[in-house]
């Protein structure tokens, strides 16, 4: 069976510090992933997708990006973190299939 | 574009109520319809879906029927418990393309009360 894992899954950064989530999916293969935010209570942000290595679509301007290194490893990363980049960040998978699932997710207090 | 609507929440009912929380969409074509839950400090889980019209999800007491003409994807269980207490989002991907991305609404808290 397939499982998702994020972590850290809690994380406490000062602004202007640099940040790397890092997401990996276990038991299949060239899955499609994706990283959303959901700021608090708020609905969900895509930020990011990927159909490949080294292919990233980005949604949403910002001071964030992706990479994907490997087939199943999504990161997020960013150079100098801002208040705004305060949430939860959630990974997802989705493979042949249009339903796409999430990961425990990683909560971001930026202060 | 795409989008999705929910009702607003939050929803607080008793315990062995009947649940409604009503979701309507805007898309081209045939979507795929979602329902999803997230309970407090956790990831998505999906809980159920359908892919054409008429098609009715369910999953856990759960109900949703996809309605193509009424554009919607209504959330029903007969009898809630305090354990449904969780926030629900309402989402679709659209019919075809090579990431399917979704789209959400705003999400609905349910609180179950004892």
């Known amino acids: 069976s397939q499982t998702i894992h994020q972590w850290p899954a809690t994380l406490v950064q000062p602004v202007g510090s640099p940040l790397s989530l890092e997401c990996t999916v276990e038991?299949?293969?060239?899955?499609?992933l994706y990283w959303y935010r959901q700021a608090a209570g708020r609905g969900l942000q895509l930020l990011f997708y990927?159909?490949?290595?080294?292919?990233i679509s980005s949604e949403v301007p910002q001071n964030l990006s992706a990479s994907r290194p490997q087939d199943r490893q999504f990161i997020l990363s960013s150079k100098k973190l801002l208040l705004s980049d305060s949430g939860f960040y959630l990974c997802?998978?989705?493979?042949?299939?249009?339903?796409?699932?999430f990961g425990p997710g990683t909560r971001l207090t930026v202060l | 574009g795409d989008s999705v609507t929910q009702m607003e929440g939050p929803v607080t009912l008793s315990e062995e109520a009947f649940l409604t929380i009503n979701c309507t969409y805007t898309?081209?074509?045939?979507?795929?319809l979602f329902w999803y839950v997230q309970y407090p400090g956790e990831g998505l889980q999906l809980l159920l879906k359908?892919?054409?019209?008429?098609d009715k999800g369910s999953n856990k007491g759960f109900e949703a029927t996809y309605r193509k003409e009424t554009t919607s994807f209504h959330l029903e269980k007969g009898s809630v418990q305090v354990s449904d207490s969780a926030v629900y989002f309402c989402?679709?991907?659209?019919?075809?393309?090579?990431?399917?991305?979704?789209?959400f609404g705003s999400g609905t808290q349910l609180t179950v009360l004892p």
């Open positions: 997802a998978w989705s493979v042949l299939s249009d339903t796409q699932y």
């Open positions: 038991g299949t293969s060239n899955p499609n």
């Open positions: 990927s159909v490949g290595i080294g292919q």
């Open positions: 898309a081209t074509g045939y979507p795929s």
């Open positions: 359908a892919t054409k019209a008429d």
């Open positions: 989402a679709l991907t659209p019919s075809s393309g090579s990431a399917r991305q979704l789209t």
